[in-house]
Each structure stands twice: as structure tokens, then as C-alpha cells.
């Protein structure tokens, strides 16, 4: 459950990763249709007619996760009424800069992204999310390190393979 926002122009270029019913409806269903479609070699699309919903649509299933939409909706609405967006982003974006700034002066450390962060007004530079690395050291013991002491609750620490972030590795 989650949100995503993109242009609708470019939304309507965009492919997701996995569909099923309610993203790409079924609009006809070959008379010869296979039924070992998966074994066949064929991509879905070259099977059936599927026709993507526009919009956000083709990024929707059509099970989900009701208590997790409800949650994230009273989030939503906690973050608007009582502590504001620009305050979250400002928060954030001061946290990441600094996770980011005191990384930089560690020997063996790199950044994978850009660190020209100057307005303290422009709470839309950075998110939330650091990545770095240490050169000869695996990501998993740097994950034990920084969590060890400290109270697990206080911030969200995951090792990403490199081959889910080829560009960045």
C-alpha cells in the first residue's frame, strides 16, 4: 500500500511490472487460447488482448490490503492536520542532510548521490533515504554496527544487493 505520483502524460507511457484484472482488463480472450500459455515462451500480452487502465489504474491490483489502506489513510490525515507536510519534509530533509554530512567525513565512506544541499528553504532537495556504502566492508556487518546500541525504533536501516540497484553500485 503506498502512493505514486507521476505525470499523467508519462504515466500513460509507463509498463508495470505486474499486472493482473483490474491494472490491464482482459478485453479479448483468444478462441485458441493455450493452455499452457506459460509454458509457451510468449509474454501474457502476446496471449491474451489486455488493454492498461489509464492512469494510476494500471498500477492497481484488484486484491488488497484493507487494513493497510485504512491505516495509511489515518496517517495521511495525522500528517495534515496535526504536523503539517512542509514540517515532515523540513524534518526529514534536515535528518538525511545530516546522516549525509557526517558520512561524508568518514574515511572509506561514499555517498552514491549528490551532497549539493545549500537551502535550508528547499525541504524538496533530498528525501528521507541515504545510500553509501563502506569500500571493504559488507553491508550487513555495517548494518549490525549501526544498530548495535541503539534503540531499533529510531530510524529504518536495509542492505540492497547491488543487482536491485545496478546504477547506484
Known amino acids: 500500500t503506498g502512493f505514486l505520483y507521476v505525470k499523467y502524460d508519462l504515466c500513460q507511457r509507463l509498463k508495470p511490472s505486474h499486472i493482473d484484472h483490474a491494472c490491464a482488463p482482459i478485453t479479448m480472450v483468444p478462441p485458441q487460447y493455450p493452455n499452457n500459455a506459460c509454458s509457451s515462451g510468449k509474454g501474457i500480452e502476446e496471449l491474451l488482448n489486455i488493454d492498461f487502465r489509464d492512469g494510476a489504474g494500471r498500477f492497481e491490483f484488484w486484491e488488497s490490503n484493507i487494513a493497510n489502506k485504512?491505516?495509511?489513510?489515518?496517517?495521511?490525515?495525522?500528517?495534515?492536520?496535526?504536523?503539517?507536510?512542509?514540517?515532515i519534509a523540513k524534518?526529514?530533509?534536515?535528518?538525511?542532510?545530516?546522516?549525509?554530512?557526517?558520512?561524508?567525513?568518514?574515511?572509506?565512506?561514499?555517498?552514491?548521490?549528490?551532497?549539493d544541499y545549500n537551502d535550508d528553504d528547499d525541504c524538496t532537495k533530498y528525501c528521507g533515504?541515504?545510500?553509501?556504502?563502506?569500500?571493504?566492508?559488507?553491508?550487513?556487518?555495517?548494518?549490525?554496527?549501526?544498530?548495535?546500541?541503539?534503540?531499533?525504533?529510531?530510524?529504518t536501516l536495509s542492505v540492497v544487493p547491488a543487482t536491485s540497484t545496478p546504477l547506484d553500485s
Request: aromatic share 8%; proline share 3%; charged share 20%.
Open 70 to 87: 485504512l491505516g495509511l489513510g489515518e496517517a495521511v490525515q495525522y500528517a495534515m492536520d496535526s504536523v503539517g507536510l512542509v514540517s
Open 91 to 115: 524534518q526529514c530533509s534536515y535528518l538525511s542532510q545530516t546522516l549525509r554530512q557526517r558520512l561524508k567525513d568518514i574515511p572509506k565512506v561514499s555517498l552514491h548521490h549528490g551532497d
Open 129 to 155: 533515504i541515504v545510500t553509501f556504502s563502506v569500500e571493504n566492508v559488507d553491508p550487513n556487518q555495517v548494518k549490525e554496527y549501526m544498530w548495535s546500541g541503539l534503540d531499533s525504533t529510531r530510524f
